[in-house]
């Protein structure tokens, strides 16, 4: 572990973690905690965690962003306290919660609900960000499916308030930058000790369009969209089929459903 993205998330973790992967590091990023790490992480929101395992889970990572990992930056740090922290705040936090809403709604759209009724993949996958959102927010997040969810918006301030704070307070001085992403790679790579990129500093998710963009790119998201579409499919084409049988022979459809004729004699209509 060569660097901790000790920013709370919305504030530039995705763009941290394009800029760590063009230095050439192994950077994991949320998605990848999931793929590589989920039941380790499950197990530490439910039992904790040891030193050995933070040291375990990343001796061969370089870098970290977003949560969990940012939330759990100073254990990490404790596994390996050569590992340099960067830091970053939005400018205010009425700014930061601004975006931090909108990317809320932004993965709260019908298709993605459907994706995660439907999908069994999805439903593992909610439920290990349901337990990362507990542990990191402090709240539980509901999500029907029909409506949209309700997100307390005084508990999601006070846990980027506190973490800022934490940060601020515990991070070791000497090993700890506070990055402004206007002032391109020169500084990042003098801190790292790493040479400056060809390339121009990424800036990654401003739009919000994260989930989007997964649903495209990634191959365990797309294999919930296909998991989405073939239940789905399955389902209507079974509904098609019942409706087909029923109306060609109302009485056989009866009997497969184990519903006798007779007992629908003796119902009384209103």
């Known amino acids: ?39 380790d992480w499950m197990k530490i929101y439910k039992e904790g965690g040891t030193t050995e395992d933070f040291r375990r889970m990343f001796e061969n990572v370089d870098a970290v962003t977003d949560a969990p990992g940012c939330f759990f930056w100073e254990e990490i740090h404790k596994a390996f306290p050569e590992a340099k922290i960067v830091f970053s705040m939005r400018a205010s936090e009425d700014e930061w919660w ?18 995660t009724f439907f999908s069994p993949t999805s439903r593992r996958m909610e439920n290990y960000f349901y337990h990362t959102i507990g542990a990191v927010f402090h709240f539980k997040f509901d999500k029907p499916l029909f409506r949209p969810s ?3 918006e005084t508990i999601i301030r006070k846990a980027y308030r506190r973490h800022n704070a934490y940060v601020l307070k515990h991070a070791p001085k000497d090993k700890l930058m506070m990055i402004d992403f206007k002032e391109g790679w020169e500084p990042l790579c003098e801190f790292l000790d790493l040479p400056v990129p060809s390339i121009p500093f990424p800036h990654k998710n401003k739009n919000a369009n994260l989930i989007e963009d997964m649903i495209e790119t990634n191959a365990s998201m797309k294999r919930m969209k296909v998991e989405m579409v073939v239940i789905t499919g399955s389902l209507f084409g079974l509904f098609l089929y019942g409706s087909y049988k029923l109306i060609r022979n109302p009485h056989r459809a009866l009997d497969l459903l184990k519903l006798p004729i007779s007992s629908l004699k003796n119902l009384k209509w209103s």
């Open 1 to 39: 572990m060569k660097v901790i993205y000790a920013g709370f998330s919305k504030t530039g973790t995705k763009t941290m973690a394009d800029a760590f992967r063009a230095l050439g590091l192994t950077c994991y990023d949320s998605l990848e905690y999931y793929v590589y790490q989920g039941e």
């Open 98 to 115: 601004r975006s931090m809403k909108k990317q809320i709604v932004s993965n709260d759209t019908l298709l993605v609900r459907l994706i």
């Open 150 to 152: 309700v997100c307390n």
